[in-house]
């Protein structure tokens, strides 16, 4: 190789360094996880409650304020099929989230490494493959949403879960997208754009929601219209500034594009168990509603109790998932340095900070749990499932504090590239203990729906536990490892 070539190569490795983002990536670690993670925990409380009113107009919440013509596709039946739905969205979500984790967690230790050739070319990886996986879970999910609702029992609600599902399915590669440009924007420590984008597309879903619902009158198609076109919005945004603007960290440069097979290796490292990982919580989602339905034999009801409190559950852990993009960039550039005690130190700070935030939700959703359940069962037939959502509220909020342990110790192992790790004591807590422990608390013990309820939190905080003490086991013998070689 030539001089002048080696000397291309370091202005490349060293251009745009000076940003922002990578400044507070680099520096301090517990002044990066709180700059980090404040941004995406006000951006996600802020989708998370758009989860909420989402659930509200779907509901029949509010409709006499938008038209005085009943809309019938809201209600109880609607929000069943909105819980039928749920877990093969949150696929869609895993996999495009996954792939970012894996794409984030690699730009951060390059970055860490000083190695921007590296990055850029990881995040022109991720958006090309996310594409590529997109359209093929688009033509499966489509095509095949008649027969998946019918076989999940949907009764009633199939109709409604099938016309809901083909809108969201349609629009998969744009949630593909969103997830990738949002992930690309938090490896390299820009927080706070990732913040904007991510509250523009909830504030606009939910202008949009009662709009399509009610005025429209278009029912639970509506509520996936508004959903497919806030994200399109969003998604122009994330383009402009990733193309257009040019003021990033990352520099794309597709002409001169190859697959090479060591950063595929490196994003599906991390990527693939991190899929797996989310694609996890939907396949537990999809066993509880069978065994809601055809162990528990509590029908639409009981799954729209679930669909319904999990919503809940959603937003009183988000502080922690907020943490956890934080860690898995912080971790990430302080292992490629190869500085573990930074790392070590962003890793027990993130815990402690999520662990007195997690106590107080979890007291607070125990003790405002009436009131919660209230506002979600304003609609039709609703009334029928006020008694057991408030049961569901206070039981599973127990395990709202050992979520800080569990969320933390995963994102520290896909930080540094370890996403086996993280995956492994996830399926533990999810398609092992969750579905085990529901059918012998619902059956063996004749618990009935509220052992079901149990079982989630009893195998949350085992889970939590074991993913906690493997986490400090790894990074103790990092240390070790390092001084030994001193």
């Known amino acids: 190789m030539s001089k002048n070539s080696l000397k291309e190569d370091d202005s490349k490795s060293e251009r745009n360094t000076e940003t922002k983002g990578v400044k507070t990536l680099l520096g301090d670690p517990k002044k990066a996880i709180i700059k980090l993670a404040i941004p995406m925990i006000i951006a996600m409380f802020i989708q998370t409650l758009y989860n909420f009113v989402d659930a509200l107009w779907v509901s029949g919440f509010g409709a006499d304020l938008f038209t005085s013509v009943k809309v019938a596709d809201t209600g109880k039946l609607a929000l069943a099929a909105v819980g039928y739905v749920l877990p093969f969205y949150m696929i869609l979500i895993a996999l495009s989230t996954g792939i970012g984790l894996g794409a984030g967690s690699a730009i951060s230790r390059k970055i860490g490494a000083n190695n921007k050739e590296g990055a850029d070319n990881v995040a022109i990886h991720s958006i090309i493959l996310s594409f590529l996986i997109a359209i093929i879970f688009t033509l499966i999910l489509y095509f095949l949403s008649d027969k998946i609702f019918i076989w999940m029992g949907a009764g009633e609600s199939s109709q409604l879960a099938i016309i809901y599902g083909k809108i969201l399915f349609a629009g998969s590669i744009i949630v593909f997208f969103t997830n990738i440009a949002y992930a690309i924007l938090r490896g390299e420590g820009d927080a706070k754009r990732t913040m904007y984008a991510i509250i523009i597309g909830a504030v606009t879903n939910i202008i949009l929601d009662p709009i399509f619902i009610y005025t429209f009158r278009l029912g639970i198609a509506g509520a996936a219209y508004a959903t497919v076109l806030s994200m399109f919005i969003t998604s122009v945004i994330l383009i402009y500034w990733l193309f257009f603007k040019k003021d990033t960290y990352i520099s794309f440069k597709f002409r001169d594009f190859k697959f090479r097979k060591e950063i595929i290796i490196d994003i599906f490292d991390v990527g693939l168990p991190a899929s797996f990982q989310q694609l996890s919580l939907s396949i537990t989602m999809i066993l509880i509603n069978y065994i809601i339905v055809n162990v528990a034999h509590a029908g639409d009801n009981g799954v729209a109790v679930y669909s319904t409190g999990w919503r809940v559950v959603q937003m009183a852990i ?6 956890a993009t934080a860690i898995v960039s912080v971790t990430g550039a302080a292992y490629g340095a190869k500085d573990y005690q930074k790392l070590n130190i962003s890793f027990m700070y993130s815990i402690k900070f999520g662990l007195a935030i997690e106590i107080i939700i979890a007291l607070l959703t125990f003790l405002l749990a009436p009131f919660i359940t209230t506002i979600f069962t304003t609609g039709e037939g609703s009334i029928d499932i006020v008694h057991d959502l408030e ?35 996830t399926l533990l807590r ?6 085990i422990l529901a059918i012998t608390f619902c059956c063996l013990f004749n618990f009935g729906l509220i052992g079901i309820w149990w079982a989630i939190v009893v195998a949350n905080l085992v889970g939590s536990m074991v993913s906690f003490i493997w986490a400090k ?14």
Do not use: D, R, W
């Not at 988000?318 to 943490?323: D, I, K, S």
């Not at 969320?407 to 492994?424: E, N, V």
């Not at 086991?473 to 001193?486: D, G, M, P």
């Open 318 to 323: 988000l502080p922690m998932l907020g943490l």
């Open 391 to 425: 049961i569901f509220l206070q039981i599973v909020c127990l395990f709202y504090p050992g979520a800080a342990f569990g969320i933390a110790s995963s994102s520290l192992f896909q930080g540094i590239g370890k996403g086996l790790y993280s995956l492994l004591t």
């Open 430 to 435: 999810t398609v092992t203990l969750t579905p």
């Open 473 to 486: 086991i790894y990074v103790y013998n990092l240390e070790k490892h390092k001084i030994a070689t001193i």
